[in-house]
């Protein structure tokens, strides 16, 4: 392969990666637009939606669902899989294979069984953050589970918890001060993946909950049928924030790395 055809390939790849992006830029700074490119700018569609309490509150909604799930993906992946890779490693497939099963079910089937299981007594949990929390967490848990899964893997575990024990520790304290400490730059990526996951997730959320408690992407739709460049500058906040926590993350995994060794 030619050193030009490689230029040309990235420069294809650069394109069909950010041509979105500063599409959607120039549409929320457009004043209008119906030729190859916008006939004016202005900054009044950002100035309305940062003013806009619904967006805030939307916003806000979104990081607590986010955070929650990132919590609870965490919470459960880890001590499980430590469990799993020091004393059931024969378990690991069947794990593997069942984190894959929120991939197999479409959303619309999910919130159904879900809405039916859950609407009356002993658990009503129907049209409420909880239920929604919950269900974004399992969808979101296979994003999750490849990171923290590979870091484990990637990790002499038996031999630390060994050198642990020796010293005295038990299982809790071998996992808290020992392991996690090693596998922390898979477990930053997977919350990551989970966090991106639950920030834009709209199906779940629509059929689950709607405008009962408004996340973003609900609020987006509903923007987008009266005010499309507000609508756009949500889509490139939306990215920004993505990629701010993707750097922030690196940062975090360089620091781990750092300390661990």
Request: aromatic share 12%.
């Amino acid at each position: 392969m030619t050193r030009l055809l490689r230029r040309l390939l990235l420069l294809a790849l650069g394109l069909y990666l950010f041509l979105p992006i500063l599409a959607s830029l120039a549409y929320s700074v457009a004043t209008s637009w119906t030729a190859l490119l916008p006939e004016g700018y202005t900054l009044k569609h950002w100035a309305n939606l940062l003013e806009n309490q619904r967006f805030w509150l939307s916003l806000g909604r979104t990081a607590l669902l986010s955070f929650s799930v990132v919590a609870l993906s965490i919470f459960f992946l880890v001590p499980t899989l430590f469990v799993v890779r020091m004393y059931y490693p024969k378990v690991a497939g069947v794990l593997e294979f069942l984190t894959l099963w929120p991939f197999v079910f479409p959303g619309v089937i999910l919130a159904v069984g879900l809405i039916s299981l859950y609407s009356g007594p002993p658990l009503q949990l129907a049209q409420t953050p909880f239920l929604l929390i919950a269900a974004v967490t399992v969808i979101s848990l296979p994003y999750a589970y490849r990171a923290v899964d590979n870091a484990f893997a990637a990790a002499d575990i038996k031999t630390l918890a060994e050198a642990a024990r020796s010293l005295g520790a038990d299982d809790a304290k071998t996992l808290a001060w020992v392991i996690l400490p090693t596998v922390l730059p898979g477990v930053l990526s997977g919350g990551v993946l989970a966090f991106s996951a639950a920030f834009g997730e709209f199906a779940l959320t629509q059929l689950l909950i709607g405008t009962l408690w408004e996340t973003l992407p609900v609020y987006q739709v509903q923007l987008a049928r009266t005010d499309g460049n507000g609508s756009a500058a949500i889509t490139v906040l939306s990215f920004l924030a993505a990629w701010g926590l993707g750097f922030w993350a690196l940062s975090l995994r360089k620091d781990a790395k750092v300390s661990v060794i």
